[in-house]
C-alpha cells in the first residue's frame, strides 16, 4: 500500500451524499447525453491542444464500451454545471495530494449523479520526464470513469480503473473488467423503483444506506411518516411536535440530513445526523449513514489539506461504520483512512490500519 501510494496518481473524491447512493450510482437516463465541457487549457504551463483530443478519445472509449448506451455532447459551456466538467492545472497543490495527476469529484442528488469535475495535471508525474500521450489517456480515462459512477477501484493491476496509476509510458485501453465495472454502475437495481422493491423484500436493506431515498427503510420506523413525503417535507411541512417520539423524531432528522446534503449543506447534515444518532442510537441505518457522512467529510477535509480533521473524522467514520454498516463500507472507511494516514505523514498508523485491511481479505 505504501509503494502502492508513492506511485499513485489518481484519486476520487465523492462528495458526502454518494456514500449513501448505495454501492453504485450512476447518470440517470433523462441526464443522458452527458454534456462535456472540456475547458481550455491555454495558458496553463505543460498544456498543449493534443491534451483536449486525448481526453476527447477517452469519452469515445467509455462510450463504446457502454454499448452506446452513454452518450455524451461536447459543449462550451455546461448548464449550471451540470454534466462533466475537465478542467486542466499544472499545479499540484490543487490535488488532494501532491501526488495525484488527475481527481474527480462526483456530485450526485436523489435521482443520481447530476455533475462531475474533473481536475487533469498538466505536469508528469515525477518519475517521468514528460507527459506522454499514453499517460495522459491512462488518466483520463481513469477519472472518467469515476465521473461515470464507478466508485470503487479494481484489484485487478491490468485494468484502467485499478487504483494505482504507474508512471509508465504504455499504450492502454479500457479492459473487460472496466467494463463490467461500468455496467455493474448501471445495472437495474440502482433504479428508484427497483430499489425500492428490492428494500421491501429485505434483501438488502440493511446495507443500502441510500439516506433519504430508501422508502423500504423508512417503513421500517414506527410511527414514522411515509417515506418519499418523509424526503420531500420540509422542516415547515413536518416541523416537530411534543407528541413525536425520539425515534420518529430520529427519523425525520434523519431525513432533513438527506435534505441538508442534497442542498450542498454538510456541516448541516452532520448537526442533524449525530443528533438524531443520540435519538436513535440503536438505528443502525442513522448510525452507517452519520459514519458514511464522516468519512466522507474526512475526504474533503483532505482536499483542502486539513489533515487533523481528515483524521478526526475518519476515525470516527470507522468505529461508526463497524458498529452499523457492512464490511463492504468499512473497508471502504479504512482504505480512506489509510490514505490519509499516508498523507499526514502518519506511516506507523497507516501501517496499523492496513495490516487490518489485510485481515479483513483486502489485497
Ligand atoms: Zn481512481
Known amino acids: 500500500m505504501k509503494r502502492a501510494l508513492l506511485l499513485s496518481s489518481a484519486l476520487s473524491i465523492l462528495t ?11 447518470w440517470p437516463k433523462s441526464r443522458l447525453p452527458i454534456p462535456v465541457c472540456i475547458v481550455s487549457g491555454k495558458g496553463v504551463p505543460g498544456y498543449r491542444p493534443q491534451l483536449e483530443t486525448i481526453v476527447k478519445q477517452a469519452f469515445d472509449d467509455w462510450m463504446i464500451a457502454s454499448g452506446g448506451k452513454i452518450q455524451f455532447v461536447f459543449v462550451d459551456k455546461t448548464d449550471g454545471g451540470q454534466g462533466i466538467t475537465c478542467q486542466w492545472t499544472n499545479d499540484r497543490s490543487k490535488m ?12 450526485p442528488d436523489a435521482q443520481g449523479i447530476t455533475s462531475a469535475k474533473i481536475m487533469l495535471l498538466t505536469v508528469p ?13 491512462r488518466v483520463a480515462l481513469h477519472e472518467i470513469g469515476h465521473a461515470l459512477g464507478i466508485a470503487k477501484h ?9 487504483g494505482t496509476i504507474y508512471p509508465v509510458d504504455k499504450a492502454c485501453a479500457l479492459t473487460e473488467g472496466d467494463t463490467s ?8 437495481s440502482g433504479s428508484s423503483t427497483a430499489s425500492g422493491a428490492s428494500g421491501s423484500t429485505g434483501s438488502s436493506s440493511s446495507s443500502s444506506e441510500l439516506l433519504g431515498g430508501q422508502n423500504a427503510e423508512v417503513e421500517k420506523i414506527p410511527g414514522a411518516s411515509p417515506g418519499a413525503a418523509a424526503v420531500k417535507a420540509s422542516t415547515l411541512s413536518n416541523p416537530p411536535s411534543a407528541s413525536e417520539s425520539p425515534t420518529a423524531r430520529g427519523f425525520r432528522l434523519n431525513n432533513e440530513a438527506a435534505e441538508a446534503m442534497n442542498a450542498g449543506k454538510f456541516d448541516l447534515a452532520v448537526t442533524k ?17 452519520l459514519g458514511m457522512l464522516y468519512s466522507n467529510l474526512a475526504s474533503l477535509a483532505m482536499v483542502t489539506r486539513n489533515y487533523p480533521r481528515a483524521e478526526v473524522y475518519s476515525k470516527k467514520a470507522a468505529v461508526l461504520v463497524e458498529k452499523c454498516s457492512t464490511k ?34 483486502a489485497k
Not at 488532494?96 to 456530485?107: A, F, K, L
Not at 508525474?125 to 489517456?137: E, S, V
Not at 479494481?154 to 485499478?162: C, E, K, P, R
Open 16 to 26: 458526502a451524499s454518494s456514500a449513501f447512493a448505495q454501492d453504485h450510482f450512476n
Open 328 to 361: 463492504a463500507n468499512l473497508m471502504q472507511v479504512l482504505r480512506n483512512q489509510c490514505l490519509i494516514l499516508h498523507v499526514a505523514g502518519k506511516e506507523a498508523e497507516a501501517l496499523k490500519v492496513e495490516a487490518r485491511l489485510k485481515s479483513m481479505g
Open 125 to 137: 508525474p515525477k518519475a517521468m520526464p514528460t507527459l506522454t500521450d499514453n499517460y495522459a489517456r
Open 181 to 188: 465495472a461500468l455496467a455493474a454502475a448501471y445495472a437495474p
Open 273 to 289: 445526523l449525530e443528533e438524531a444518532y443520540k435519538l436513535a442510537p440503536d438505528n443502525q441505518m442513522v448510525g452507517a449513514n
Open 96 to 107: 488532494t495530494s501532491t501526488i495525484e495527476d488527475g481527481e474527480t469529484i462526483v456530485v
Open 154 to 162: 479494481s484489484s485487478n493491476a491490468g485494468d484502467i480503473m485499478f
